[in-house]
């Protein structure tokens, strides 16, 4: 009788200890398919950091890049990435949409030439073509670029290219390109034997920005799941930076499809980017970006 007792206390004990410490799932909407910018959250998974917290975490690629934000303000996932631009424009025009914290703190997209081209500085852009594929906060930069060097838009031909940004540079169409990824699309015209030049916002009249954001619905700003997430995250990228080339292996290994020498450098070129305290808030480079955005009618 005292066996038959024991028995069934340890299988209630073990139900509500199953119960207990059940992992809360967490759905992620990324912002495009999942690639090296991505690489805290796979290591964070990898290693067990988000079941640590207690979290089971699924990433999700989007069918259009523009519905993550939207499907998280809609309540049909729980967290979506985003860029600081966007989120700041959709949280003024009605979104409920709340940040959480940030995967990449730095921008990442640049102005490029040829590295072949006469042009050496955005000063010698003067009457030169320049191809762009969305226009709105891309443009504000290139202006904002071209008067920190004394330029301004009317001095140059702006042509938009939709998204054959290094096809059009390639083909001569344009003289430069605005909106290029400096740790994907440039690197991949170097292994095509075709190396650019590249000129940075941040270090031409652009106030700093966080590239890659984590949103969540304004409503449900304060689960206690956000900061376990954000803990695992910063794991993920501690270890990830003491562990570039072993993390590497095992993404390639799980995602053949991008194992090549495409995404092996560009997932080395991402690692200073990406934030070392995701949970940490920078409320004045926040407001200056914001005044900037006001600043030139956005």
Request: hydrophobic letters at 40%; a positive charge; proline letters at 6%.
């Amino acid at each position: 009788m005292k066996k038959k007792f024991l028995k069934i206390t340890s299988i209630i004990l073990l139900l509500y200890m199953s119960l207990t410490f059940a992992l809360e799932k967490t759905t992620v909407l990324l912002d495009w398919f999942l690639n090296p910018s991505h690489a805290p959250l796979f290591v964070a998974i990898e290693k067990g950091y988000f079941k640590q917290q207690n979290l089971e975490v699924e990433l999700l690629g989007p069918a259009d890049p523009s519905d993550p934000p939207k499907l998280v303000a809609a309540g049909k996932a729980d967290i979506a990435i985003t860029y600081e631009p966007q989120f700041i424009i959709q949280t003024k025009q009605g979104l409920p949409l709340a940040y959480i914290g940030s995967l990449i703190d730095h921008p990442l997209t640049c102005l490029a030439v040829l590295k072949d081209s006469p042009i050496k500085s955005i000063k010698d852009l003067k009457d030169k073509k320049i191809g762009y594929s969305i226009g709105g906060v891309n443009n504000i930069m290139l202006k904002t670029m071209l008067e920190y060097n004394h330029l301004s838009l009317s001095d140059v031909i702006s042509i938009n290219v939709h998204y054959s940004l290094s096809q059009a540079l390639l083909s001569k169409k344009v003289d430069a390109v605005t909106g290029l990824m400096r740790n994907f699309e440039t690197i991949q015209m170097d292994l095509n034997k075709h190396p650019v030049r590249t000129f940075y916002p941040e270090q031409n009249g652009v106030p700093n920005y966080d590239e890659l954001i984590f949103i969540v619905n304004k409503n449900n700003l304060h689960d206690p799941r956000w900061k376990r997430f954000l803990t695992a995250v910063k794991q993920g990228d501690e270890y990830l930076q003491k562990h570039p080339e072993e993390m590497w292996n095992a993404f390639a290994k799980q995602h053949p499809e991008l194992n090549d020498e495409l995404n092996h450098r560009a997932w080395m070129a991402t690692l200073p980017y990406f934030s070392r305290d995701p949970a940490t808030f920078n409320k004045k480079q926040w407001l200056v970006f914001e005044s900037f955005m006001k600043k030139n009618g956005i």
